[in-house]
């Protein structure tokens, strides 16, 4: 799906043959007006001059399907055929809005070229604004148009598919050595709507947006089933799947969550917090949440992760942080689901996690009948980044264990 606003074009009398109609160079043109209007409306026209690209017209070819007359009002539409690494081929459409007829559609393609001629490949906020790739490399992070949000996911693997949510405010990289070592899966890991660089709209943060997103996302991805894995604020989002999508979620894996909702404290806390991030910047949040999230042992034994950690949170934008606050002030109890769930799960827990301790994940394997419960030595609340060989290898030993059944 494009980001770029449909526009709408008058047909002049001057644009039309001795027939009235319109030919293939006033198509073009049409087209053509179409597209700089609709750039100039969204990221602006200058977009391709920012990343020092141009995009060349390769191959333009107009299919007539009904006649075009002057003072007809067009609605002209745009949408991606195909992305690769320096090419794009785009539809237009143009729809008589008087009657809706589609009177043309253009297939138009694009190589983008440096300032020498030359092949480039497509700067990243140029493919989000056609809408995202739609083939991807292995391991290759690629940008997904998915309503109103467009996720940046990382795809790495074939087999059965695994998605990993991560939790706030962090974004996918919290799975990186996840994404990077469990073969045989295909890992799905995206950034969740307004954190990392997923690009979205200020406003419309709940639980159930997030989980809109990712079953959009596995949509996308033309994937049925996944076993889902989510950490903490992921783990939230992975029970409300299970509560509204749950033919869509093969297994479980909750790492570091929680099944209850904030109780008046909790929910006056993340108030707080919502006004802190407004004042002060993601920073003050940052400085407040680092020693609560990482392990003792872990802030001691490995000092470049509270860097990490760091930087992660303050990359996050302030409309994004207060979004996911608020999503999470606002959540439902999940506890009245879990005697339902009848997935593999498997529960993770840091044994240092002071957020979500390990107290809290056996009360929720008691309750899910088909959980089973790991403590990962050593690791505070962000266990797969604190512990990553140790976390990988239960995921690893789980996921093999349930293979056949999430097929
Ligand atoms: C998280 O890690 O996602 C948060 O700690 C969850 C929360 O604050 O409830």
Not at 60 to 88: M, N
Not at 313 to 332: E, I, S
Request: charged share 25%.
């Amino acid at each position: 799906m494009s980001r770029l606003p449909s526009i709408e074009v008058t047909v002049y009398p001057y644009e039309c043959d001795a027939y009235g109609h319109l030919n293939e160079a006033a198509y073009l043109t049409l087209f053509e007006r179409a597209r700089w209007e609709a750039l100039a409306r969204g990221p602006g026209a200058d977009i391709f001059a920012r990343h020092q690209v141009w995009p060349a017209v390769r191959k333009a070819t107009i299919e007539f399907l009904a006649p075009a007359f002057p003072g007809d009002l067009l609605a002209v539409d745009l949408r991606l055929e195909k992305l690769g690494r320096t090419s794009v081929e785009l539809r237009q459409s143009a729809k008589r809005i008087a009657d809706g007829v589609i009177l043309a559609e253009a297939h138009i393609v694009f190589v983008i070229v440096d300032g020498k001629g030359r092949p480039v490949a497509i700067p990243d906020e140029v493919a989000a604004v056609f809408g995202g790739r739609v083939s991807t490399l292995p391991g290759e992070m690629v940008r997904y148009d998915v309503g109103r949000v467009t996720l940046a996911t990382d795809v790495r693997g074939d087999g059965p598919a695994l998605l990993l949510v991560h939790g706030f405010p962090l974004d996918r990289s919290l799975w990186a050595h996840q994404v990077a070592t469990l073969a045989g899966w295909r890992r799905i890991a995206p950034d969740l709507r307004g954190l990392g660089g997923t690009i979205a709209p200020d406003d419309d943060y709940s639980i159930a947006a997030y989980a809109d997103d990712l079953i959009g996302l596995l949509d996308r991805l033309q994937v049925s089933r996944a076993v889902v894995a989510g950490l903490s604020m992921g783990g939230y989002i992975a029970f409300d799947m299970v509560r509204r999508y749950r033919e869509r979620v093969a297994g479980l894996i909750l790492c570091d969550t929680r099944a209850d909702a904030d109780g008046p404290e909790g929910r006056a806390s993340r108030d707080a917090m919502i006004a802190l991030v407004k004042e002060q910047g993601v920073g003050a949040v940052a400085e407040r949440l680092l020693p609560r999230v990482l392990g003792r042992a872990t802030q001691v034994t490995q000092p470049h992760l509270v860097d990490q950690v760091r930087e992660m949170m303050t990359r996050a934008p302030v409309g994004g942080v207060a979004g996911a606050l608020r999503a999470m002030r606002d959540r439902a109890d999940s506890t009245p689901l879990l005697p339902s769930i009848s997935v593999p799960t498997l529960v993770v827990v840091g044994q240092e996690d002071e957020v979500t301790p390990p107290a809290i994940a056996r009360a929720m394997t008691d309750a899910i009948p088909s959980a089973a419960m790991t403590v990962i030595p050593g690791a505070g609340h962000l266990s797969p980044l604190e512990a990553p060989t140790a976390v990988s290898r239960v995921l690893a030993e789980f996921l093999e264990h349930v293979r056949d059944m999430v097929q």
